[in-house]
């Protein structure tokens, strides 16, 4: 199979300071990442999707200016919360696609990283 | 477009009791259809994919689904259930990278 690593698993932070979380493909190149939200008791919600070496491209109603993403290289992927706020504090996952297989059967899954904003 | 429908948000069942969780999904090109396991603060466990091919697909844990192109459908079922098996099922449809999640069934098993 894919590994797909996520870090922090977990981060608690103060309102109005910035996070980061990483999303990695340990052993495959991914061109394009996928940024999910889930919050208590509900389902995944895409929020973004994120292209190597592309802006990445967000779903309505998603604030593009306060969730950020970046995906420099074809194995690392970040997301960085600006100016959280308690609102903001969810379980957040993201997965990851091989590069060039075709029509890709799959995504992969990290472990997810658990907000909470104080 | 593509979405999915769980039927059943809570199941609960005794210990050895058979297990169905029911999906259906809707896709505009041929669906690849999984399930996931998630338990308290953890991330998603894949249980089975169904991609091509054999339309009953075995998955760990003993879990198996069946796709029905018919009924649109990709319910998953157990024969015997467990008390290990109590957590939240996602079934999804996945296309172009992108997975598209129903809303989750809480399953409680009895003891």
């Known amino acids: 199979g894919a590994v797909v690593s996520q870090h922090p698993s977990r981060v608690i932070c103060k309102s109005g300071t910035s996070v980061k979380i990483e999303c990695r493909s340990l052993?495959?190149?991914?061109?394009?990442m996928f940024w999910y939200r889930q919050f208590p008791k509900q389902s995944l919600m895409l929020m973004a999707t994120s292209n190597e070496g592309s802006k990445a491209t967000y779903e309505q109603g998603v604030e593009k200016d306060k969730f950020l993403i970046n995906h420099a290289s074809l194995t690392l992927s970040t997301l960085t919360v600006t100016s959280a706020h308690p609102e903001d504090s969810s379980f957040y996952i993201c997965?990851?696609?091989?590069?060039?297989?075709?029509?890709?059967?799959?995504?992969?899954f990290g472990q997810g990283t658990r907000l909470t904003v104080v | 477009a593509q979405s999915v429908t769980q039927l059943g948000s809570h199941v609960s069942v005794s210990e050895g009791a058979l297990v169905l969780l029911r999906c259906n999904y809707s896709?505009?090109?041929?669906?690849?259809l999984f399930w996931y396991v998630q338990y308290p603060n953890q991330g998603l466990q894949l249980l089975l994919k169904y991609t091509t091919g054999a339309t009953l697909v075995k998955g760990i844990n003993g879990f198996e689904a069946e796709f029905k192109k018919s009924e649109t459908s990709f319910h998953l079922t157990k024969p015997s259930a467990h008390m290990s098996d109590a957590a939240e099922y996602f079934c999804?449809?996945?296309?172009?990278?992108?997975?598209?999640f129903g809303d989750g069934t809480t399953l409680t098993v009895k003891p």
């Open positions: 052993d495959f190149q991914a061109t394009t």
């Open positions: 999804a449809v996945h296309n172009a990278g992108k997975s598209t």
């Open positions: 896709s505009s090109v041929p669906p690849y």
């Open positions: 997965s990851a696609t091989k590069a060039r297989d075709g029509r890709d059967t799959e995504a992969f």
